[in-house]
């Protein structure tokens, strides 16, 4: 299927958490990402990406974009994408020139950029002051178009 090319202001809880997770893996990790940490769709992949066991997808897995969460516990479910995972997120990362994939689907690994760096950190300080994933708003960075 396929996914809505989406802007850095579309992006919301998902794709900043994944970008958090990146972010750690990358200092960790060297880049290496772990499946068994990501929101997976593909069967192949999901059948060794649960802690839990093979896990199938369902559409409330999908990616809440920004606008998702409202006021008193409300939900915008148009702004949710019910076949987008963070495999998704990784490719709209990289289309906007967030990360570069040096890895493989079974072996993903990524690299962040300068742009990436930049958003890592503002996520981190948002985080580190109390915010969410759901209500980070970042500062203008200089993306692919």
């Known amino acids: 299927m396929s996914q809505p090319e989406l802007t ?3 992006f919301g809880k998902d794709h900043w958490s994944l970008l958090a997770y990146i972010k750690t893996r990358c ?3 060297k880049g290496v ?3 068994k940490h990501m929101r997976t769709k593909n069967p192949a992949l999901a059948s060794t990406a649960s802690i ?3 896990q199938a997808w369902k559409p409330e897995y999908g990616t809440r974009l920004s606008g998702y969460f ?3 516990d409300k939900r915008d479910q148009a702004r949710q994408l019910p076949d987008h ?3 998704d ?3 709209d990362f990289e289309r906007l020139g967030l990360v570069e994939n040096m890895g493989t689907g079974l072996n993903p690994a990524v690299k962040l950029t300068k742009q990436g760096l930049e958003l890592a950190a503002q996520v981190d300080a948002h985080k580190a ?3 969410t994933f759901a209500t980070f708003k970042p500062k203008p960075v200089e993306v692919a178009a």
């Open 8 to 10: 850095i202001d579309d």
């Open 27 to 29: 200092v960790d990790y």
């Open 33 to 35: 990402l772990d499946v």
């Open 52 to 54: 839990f066991g093979p």
């Open 70 to 72: 409202l006021p008193g």
């Open 85 to 87: 995972d963070d495999h």
């Open 89 to 91: 997120c990784q490719e």
């Open 129 to 131: 002051n109390g915010g």
